[in-house]
């Protein structure tokens, strides 16, 4: 590098201005796309193109598409515009006006943004008569509906499970491990459970066990009043208890940080896996992947987290993704009767999931589980305290929806670094302290 | 021939003024020359440094700005905090603890520089198919660092290409889960640091060696020094230079590891490193304003390590960096 002192100031300086103004012609460039308006909102009928953000498969879409142009003849496409890293890239779209017209709620969004980001979809009063798990609302507001939903309980291969001589689902955590000592004693090549410890969003969804438990509707919105959830029999206890007590026991996969979900998905169908607590999502989803690999996609079943009140499973169900319109799309006439129509033609039974509606079908795949289990949704948060478990979870570092506190369980386990009640100390001290910050 | 030669030997004028030539140069040029003229080599300049500014600089701006803000990464608002996020980023001890896995990766560093020498040493005395052997070790180096972690998962996973090489060579004993273990992930995943940089470190190394005057080895072989005198007396003192500015780069590497174990761990089982932990504050926690405070103590770290390579290297005998 040669010293810059030696040469004449008068020439920085214009090299300054020369590189401003390009850089300033460059930003002009860009946001002149934006502040065109163009907005040709005066007619009623859908029309024109649209783009919906998605994270699952395009091709999922396809027949949506064709029969939709065929009822709006206007419409000239619905753009299907798959994000890999969908939270992160759309959360960075968000930053601009252009995400899409019709895109899914990305993973941590506080519900106090919603209305800085989305169209509102009607009250929440009026949407509660048609549409469950109305999460995604502000002030009575609704700002998004789901795709699909899901029950929270655990993938477990029937032909395995049958082998070890178990034919009831175990109602208890303890009855549970020993059903999985029983499988790794007369099975010794099969894994009894499998963590899906490397993906961390799978391992992230054990928070979905919260409120099957006590079933308790209000247990959520309870969080922010309690000091220790790890305490007491609460639900957080019984399902990070759980977790602990398979890994220390032993009952897992022998390595966790190497196997992917692809991977272990296609092992569970071939009975090289006996369970994994993944969303009922899967059992339509993994069969069909299962189904390719020449296996049968028959062998999947569901079972309910083991835990029961008075006799009875009860299971959460929850919205998986939620649909929304965004604030800033041209379009939002056509993008309104596109997610409507998603919702009425039934796009949760295409993806095996269950209906948002109230008067939708169960999926053929999940009639057995539904059966035997009494499904409930969460209550609502309160008004003004929409963002609060979120806000908490933040402030606390435990960040409950992501998967690395419960990897942090698992490597305890695995290790003994700390025993079952020093991770729950941890986890109640750290939970009081978000507490104490957020509310002061 | 010699035509071609001399005219492509003369620099361009716009090359000239971009700042590759010294400053007298330019002042011989005419001062009446019309200032079209004069423009065309800022006009050149501009385009490269305009991208510089707009991606490099702005962003880094605006990080400095999200580190005193309380911004989530998608709030319309962003609420100016202070100093509270460097404090956060600074005791969190979660924060810290991190900086420990570092250790591994510069204690790997070390072994990275002794192998990297050891080879340079080699193939600079006459060597069989010299030429091979310096792209053998230097390939790792071209390799993309995300490709060089998806190749180790697979190498080292249980049952995976390491463990049959094992096998074959009849050591089941000594199959281990080498990223399973904790005691045993972050020794795995800074070998494969090593596999990826040590080339790196071989071809500078190999560059300072080879500009040795030949003279200096004959001399001392007529005084009767050995392979090993002459590594010793004359090498690495020659080289010296490029074995501090390799230690500094050591250290800074070590401090901000990120591809590798993200690929292979995602940080999981104890290996997360201080950068694997600034994205997951980013965008998992959600917590842009702290994460930017995160990467701007990083920036400082390694600004002060190379501030001090500086003060203990003179800055003249470095200018290959």
């Known amino acids: 590098m040669a010293p810059s002192g030696s040469r004449p100031a008068r020439r920085r300086a214009a090299l300054g201005v020369t590189s401003a103004l390009v850089a300033a012609s460059l930003l002009a460039a860009c946001g002149g796309g934006s502040s065109a308006d163009t907005d040709d909102q005066g007619t009623d009928v859908p029309h024109g193109t649209i783009t919906h953000l998605t994270h699952v498969d395009p091709s999922t879409f396809d027949d949506f598409v064709a029969k939709f142009k065929e009822k709006y003849p206007e419409v000239e496409d619905v753009k299907i515009e798959r994000l890999t890293d969908y939270a992160t890239e759309a959360k960075t779209r968000m930053s601009t006006d252009d995400y899409g017209d019709v895109l899914g709620i990305p993973a941590g969004t506080n519900n106090d943004q919603l209305p800085d980001f989305f169209e509102p979809l009607g009250t929440r009063e009026e949407l509660s008569k048609t549409y469950r798990w109305l999460t995604k609302t502000y002030d009575g507001q609704v700002y998004g509906i789901a795709d699909l939903g899901n029950a929270q309980g655990f993938l477990y291969n029937k032909k395995v499970w049958a082998n070890a001589g178990i034919t009831e689902f175990p109602t208890t955590p303890e009855e549970f491990l020993d059903d999985l000592q029983r499988i ?59 977790l602990y007590d398979i890994v220390a026991r032993g009952l897992i996969e022998p390595d966790p940080t190497t196997a992917t979900y692809d991977e272990t998905k296609i092992k569970i169908g071939a009975g090289e896996i006996a369970t994994m607590g993944v969303g009922s999502w899967a059992v339509a989803r993994a069969g069909k992947d299962i189904a390719k690999a020449g296996l049968d996609p028959d062998d999947l079943g569901y079972m309910p987290f083991p835990a029961q009140v008075d006799g009875t499973f009860y299971t959460v169900t929850g919205p998986d993704v939620t649909l929304a319109i965004n604030k800033h799309s041209q379009n939002k006439v056509t993008a309104r009767a596109w997610l409507d129509f998603l919702e009425e033609e039934g796009l949760s039974a295409a993806m095996g999931g269950l209906s948002p509606r109230l008067d939708g079908p169960v999926p053929e795949q999940l009639k057995d589980f539904a059966d035997q289990v009494a499904l409930f949704e969460l209550a609502p948060a309160p008004v003004g305290k929409e963002s609060l478990v979120n806000d908490i979870s933040t402030a606390s570092g435990i960040v409950l929806n992501d998967g690395k506190y419960r990897q942090q369980i698992i490597d305890d386990a695995r290790s003994g670094a700390r025993t079952k009640q020093q991770v729950f100390d941890d986890l109640n001290a750290a939970w009081a302290k978000g507490r104490a910050e957020v509310l002061g | 021939m010699t035509n071609v030669l001399q005219r492509a030997d003369r620099p361009a004028p716009a090359a000239r003024a971009a700042g590759a030539g010294p400053a007298g140069r330019l002042a011989r040029t005419p001062a009446r020359r019309p200032w079209r003229q004069r423009l065309v080599p800022y006009v050149f300049v501009a385009v490269p440094v305009g991208l510089l500014l707009l991606f490099t600089y702005w962003p880094v701006l605006n990080m400095f700005w999200y580190s005193v803000t309380d911004w989530d990464g998608l709030d319309k608002t962003k609420n100016f905090v202070g100093l509270d996020n460097y404090a956060a980023a600074l005791t969190e001890p979660d924060n810290l603890r991190v900086f420990y896995v570092s250790l591994y990766y510069f204690a790997a560093a070390l072994v990275q520089m002794a192998l990297a020498l050891y080879f340079a040493t080699v193939l600079s005395f006459k060597v069989r198919f010299r030429n091979m052997w310096k792209g053998i070790l230097f390939f790792p180096y071209l390799i993309n660092g995300v490709a060089v972690g998806m190749i180790f998962l697979n190498f080292v996973k249980p049952d995976g290409g390491l463990d049959t090489v094992l096998t074959a060579l009849g050591l089941e004993g000594a199959i281990r889960q080498w990223t399973g273990d904790p005691a045993l992930v972050n020794v795995t995943l800074a070998s494969v640091s090593v596999w990826r940089y040590m080339g790196l470190n071989f071809v500078m190394f190999l560059g300072a060696i080879q500009s040795i005057p030949r003279e200096m080895y004959e001399a001392a072989e007529l005084d009767g020094a050995n392979r090993w005198h002459e590594l010793w007396l004359i090498i690495l003192p020659s080289i010296r230079p490029i074995v501090g500015l390799q230690l500094i780069l050591a250290i800074s590497g070590a401090l901000s590891v990120f591809e590798v174990p993200y690929v292979m761990t995602a940080g999981g089982n104890g290996s997360e490193t201080f950068v694997i932990r600034t994205v997951w504050t980013a965008f998992s926690r959600n917590m842009v304003g702290l994460a930017s405070a995160m990467a701007v103590v990083l920036l400082v770290a390694v600004l002060l390590v190379t501030w001090v390579q500086r003060r203990l290297v003179p800055e003249r005998q470095v200018d290959i960096a």
Not at chain 1, 198 to 215: F, L, N
């Open chain 1, 184 to 242: 790794k004693d007369t099975q010794p090549d099969v894994i009894p459970f499998c963590t899906n410890y490397k993906d961390g969003w799978v391992i992230g969804a054990w928070e979905g066990y919260r409120g099957s438990v006590s079933h308790d509707p209000d247990y959520v919105n309870k969080l922010p009043e309690m000091d220790a959830p790890w305490s007491d029999g609460h639900d957080h206890e019984v399902m990070d208890g759980l």
